[in-house]
């Protein structure tokens, strides 16, 4: 079963009302990243060999944003036009794989919601070894929370298989008592899919096609409906307003600050220390409270940075000495001291060696003060 082809999709097609923004919601930035893109990089434990990005509002900005990045994958991209429910998304999803396709027809699908950026690869991989183990036709992630309100619950039949998922609102008291919740991120076997979405139908209050409902559809004729529970339910968490993406941020910058320790640089206070998922830094490098790097800035080995220091696609050399300043899309100097409160323009250039002193505002490409 290993060697059956994995595929994704990923739904990126919601407005994202409670962002209250002109930004499409997978854009939206974590650490210098579009949200969906760490949704994507989830997958880097899995043979995928194909994803279908599945984009709706801001259709034309998300497909030109992911296809100008570079990536391991190979991704395709189809419209739902008209937003009507996960179910009608994953079924738009599927018109992206050629119907002569047998051998993706004989594999599994991924499907994954695009505002889940705290997803592990880990938990990924273990999904669909879990699918595959089983051989059932679909398992879902789960989760196991104190205080479930407003999820759907997991409803297992008798045999331990998952009969259906209940949402919140048309749960019995019983049901409400279940702390076991859907994710939203499934593994199918690609087969059976395209046949269940035809069975379901809009009968909710939304008038939408729910993804969930292919779980009874499935348990109902027959079929095997498996689940494994994440390690850490906050993976599964899904940004939906400004609150949740700054607590996501949060999340995310404290993993990239942990792994650069790992790495060999030195934080003196990480929790004041802001570093893009973009960003390179060399071994012993210091950074000192209220450093900010972003976009594509590269720190090279043993270089001090602040405190008080905010710095754009900016490069520093080896040895160098950034302290209380500003610069974007500049250039330092190997042991190069710059600052205090300098200001570096694009295009400014502090050559190897220079001190530039305090108050320092270089004119555009001038090398030392």
């Known amino acids: 079963m290993a060697d059956r082809p994995l595929a994704a999709v990923v739904l990126a097609a919601g407005e994202g009302t409670r962002m209250r923004s002109e930004r499409p919601k997978p854009l939206h930035l974590l650490c210098g990243k579009a949200m969906v893109r760490y949704v994507l990089d989830s997958l880097s434990d899995c043979d995928v060999d194909r994803v ?5 509002h801001g259709a034309e900005r998300v497909t030109k944003k992911l296809q100008a990045e570079e990536g391991d994958l190979l991704l395709d991209f189809v419209e739902q036009h008209t937003q009507q429910g996960t179910g009608d998304a994953v079924a738009v999803g599927l018109t992206a794989f050629p119907d002569d ?6 594999g599994d699908v991924l499907v994954l919601p695009g505002d889940t950026p705290l997803l592990r690869a880990a938990t990924i991989r273990q999904l669909v070894d879990h699918h595959r183990a089983n051989d059932v036709a679909c398992t879902v ?3 196991r929370l104190d205080d479930a309100t407003g999820y759907g619950r997991i409803v297992r039949g008798r045999d331990d298989r998952v009969a259906r998922i209940v949402e919140h609102r048309d749960a019995s008291p019983e049901e409400l008592e279940i702390d076991e919740i859907n994710t939203s991120i499934y593994c199918f076997r690609r087969s059976v899919l395209a046949p269940a979405l035809r069975r379901i139908q809009p009968v909710n209050d939304q008038g939408e096609y729910y993804l969930t409902d292919v779980v009874e559809v499935l348990h109902d004729a027959g079929y095997g409906v498996a689940a494994i529970s994440a390690d850490d339910p906050a993976e599964t968490h899904g940004v939906n307003d400004r609150a949740q993406l700054a607590a996501a941020e949060a999340e995310l910058r404290r993993r990239t600050n942990l792994e650069w320790l790992r790495r060999g640089v030195t934080m003196l206070d990480p929790s004041a220390t802001y570093v893009d998922t973009t960003v390179d830094l060399a071994p012993d490098v210091t950074l000192f409270p209220g450093t900010i790097l972003q976009g594509e800035t590269v720190v090279g080995r043993g270089a001090e940075i602040g405190p ?14 950034v302290e209380r300043t500003t610069g974007r899309d500049a250039e330092i100097g190997a042991h190069a001291h710059v600052g205090p409160f300098a200001h570096l323009a694009p295009g400014d250039v502090v050559a190897d060696g220079v001190s530039t002193g305090p108050f320092f505002a270089a004119p555009g490409d001038r090398e030392g003060p």
């Open 52 to 56: 279908v990005v599945v984009v709706g």
């Open 308 to 321: 008080g220091t905010r710095l754009v696609d900016c490069v520093v050399g080896a040895g160098a000495t």
């Open 101 to 106: 396709d047998d051998r993706h027809d004989g």
């Open 141 to 143: 992630l789960t989760a």
